[in-house]
């Protein structure tokens, strides 16, 4: 008998070496590993999704009639040898999700079956980039929608347009919105075995139920999103409320990440939502880009560019700032608003995690290696072959432009039109050179000054860099992001 050795990010009966397998000829191994969980301290809701999916999903295997050894062991390779020393017969895994993790497969011994966790395997990834002097998402997206077929109509996209994004970049809607609130499960006794088991070094809240632990409920967030989110997606995707967590974002990431969901078929239940009627083309293709075109680009990426995580373009060499790990509190009200929700609920949007904690760390000079592993530990749907290119590529800008064309930076101005978080600060978003002056405005100028010579090939760039050589008050503002900076590292700001 043949044994199945299922990740816990690939939590599904139909990908890989498990969509094969049957009781009558496979055995299931499932390694909860210590190592993994412990090797550094990481949110509460993240090590309890994760767990807490794994033995759900190895419960629902034995339901089926799988016999299934379930280990908790010191480390994988532990796992692995004690599973051996009692059980005959070969044993195989779905291709990894990680570099790491193919790489010990090999050295054990592990076949390895192809996975179609995602819709475009590495090796196809490789194919399409071949050749191409730039890798641009949006000739990958329309070569994934026209290859998969999503929102066609024969070779045409479906309304004559490949892209609605300039019409999802909306401020906040003047009296908040009316979001529908997402569902919640109560925790069981499993729930509750594996709070009062995680590490010490755990940080953040326990879990409320936001996040579903297995694939029924993570089904029912689907049917939720497509049913009642979707229709209002689009427009606000980029905005930020302080009232609001959520507003309509899927919160479906840590699903699909860890296998509970599978992109195709979020995708086709999104487009028949559309096809059906009541949702609209902005947010349908919004999604569905998010889905065949960002999320997968960045996984092709991540196995194109095996030294992306070594990339450091403009020298950024800063320590996190004390305010990022609640080891001191902030003045900042996007700041203290954004790491609140990921202390809560380890989750926030897209444009939180890049326009204000990424654009932060950036402007400031932390080193992005900090940054991946703080958002690493704290994100409820990070995996590294998300984490790099997002951070190494497109937060930090540390690969100097292979991925994203310019550095993506906010200064108080952005904050303020796409929040409401700046009205109530104690800065002023319009300020650059006082004490009272948003750190983010005065930073954002001393980054163009600080970084011009690496920025003036750009033109992307030229417009904010010949607006920061304008400024009268140039010397000062600078004067005034040394002082933002030493503050952040003394925890004052
Ligand atoms: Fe953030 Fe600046 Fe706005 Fe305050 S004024 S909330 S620091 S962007």
């Given at each position: ?100 993790g ?12 192809a ?37 066609m ?8 347009r490949?892209n ?68 209002l ?6 905005a ?13 990431s ?21 096809r ?16 065949i ?52 609920r ?6 939180p ?30 995996a ?14 540390s ?37 009272d ?11 163009l ?45």
């Amino acid at each position: 008998m043949e044994t199945v050795w299922v990740l816990g990010d690939q939590l599904n009966r139909r990908i890989g070496a498990l969509a094969e397998a049957h009781p009558s000829t496979h055995r299931i191994l499932l390694i909860e590993s210590r190592q993994h969980l412990e090797r550094r301290p990481t949110h509460r809701q993240r090590l309890h999704l994760v767990v807490t999916a794994m033995r759900r999903f190895a419960g629902e295997l034995r339901e089926e009639g799988f016999e299934v050894d379930f280990r908790q062991s010191p480390d994988m390779a532990g796992g692995l040898a004690a599973h051996r020393g009692e059980h005959d017969g070969a044993v195989v895994v779905t291709e990894p999700n990680s570099r790491s993790g193919r790489r010990f497969m090999d050295r054990h011994g592990v076949r390895q079956v192809a996975s179609d966790q995602f819709l475009c395997h590495p090796s196809d990834f490789a194919r399409w980039a071949d050749g191409r002097k730039a890798l641009r998402m949006e000739d990958f997206y329309r070569w994934q929608r026209t290859r998969l077929g999503y929102l066609m109509d024969g070779d045409e996209p479906v309304g004559g347009r490949w892209n609605y994004d300039s019409e999802n970049r909306e401020s906040p809607p003047g009296d908040g919105g009316d979001w529908p609130t997402p569902p919640t499960t109560p925790l069981d006794d499993i729930d509750q075995e594996i709070v009062e088991s995680l590490p010490a070094t755990a940080f953040g809240a326990d879990p409320k139920g936001t996040w579903a632990t297995d694939r029924a409920g993570a089904l029912e967030r689907m049917r939720h999103f497509v049913d009642r989110v979707l229709p209002l997606f689009g427009p606000h995707e980029d905005a930020m409320l302080s009232g609001n967590w959520h507003l309509a974002h899927s919160l479906l990431s840590p699903y699909l990440n860890l296998g509970l969901l599978t992109p195709n078929e979020v995708c086709d239940a999104v487009e028949d939502a559309y096809r059906n009627g009541g949702v609209p083309i902005n947010s349908a293709e919004g999604f569905i880009r998010q889905v065949i075109g960002w999320r997968e680009y960045v996984w092709g990426l991540y196995w194109l560019w095996p030294d992306h995580a070594a990339t450091n373009h403009l020298g950024n060499d800063r320590d996190l700032p004390p305010a990022f790990t609640g080891a001191a509190a902030t003045q900042m009200r996007c700041l203290t608003i954004t790491l609140a929700e990921l202390d809560r609920r380890a989750w926030v949007h897209h444009i939180p995690r890049l326009m204000v904690l990424s654009s932060l760390a950036n402007l400031a000079g932390i080193h992005p290696r900090a940054v991946m592993e703080w958002m690493t530990s704290t994100y409820i749907d990070a995996a590294e072959w998300v984490m790099i290119p997002n951070v190494f590529g497109m937060g930090m800008w540390s690969d100097g432009g292979r991925m994203a064309t310019k550095p993506y930076l906010s200064g108080g101005a952005y904050i303020n039109r796409m929040s409401d978080y700046c009205g109530d600060c104690r800065f002023d978003p319009r300020k650059r050179t006082s004490d009272d002056a948003c750190p983010f405005t005065s930073l954002y100028w001393d980054f163009l000054a600080r970084h011009e010579a690496a920025l003036r090939g750009n033109h992307r760039m030229s417009r904010a860099l010949a607006g920061m050589r304008n400024l009268k008050d140039l010397s000062e503002t600078r004067l005034r992001a040394a002082q933002v900076i030493e503050q952040l590292d003394a925890g004052l700001l």
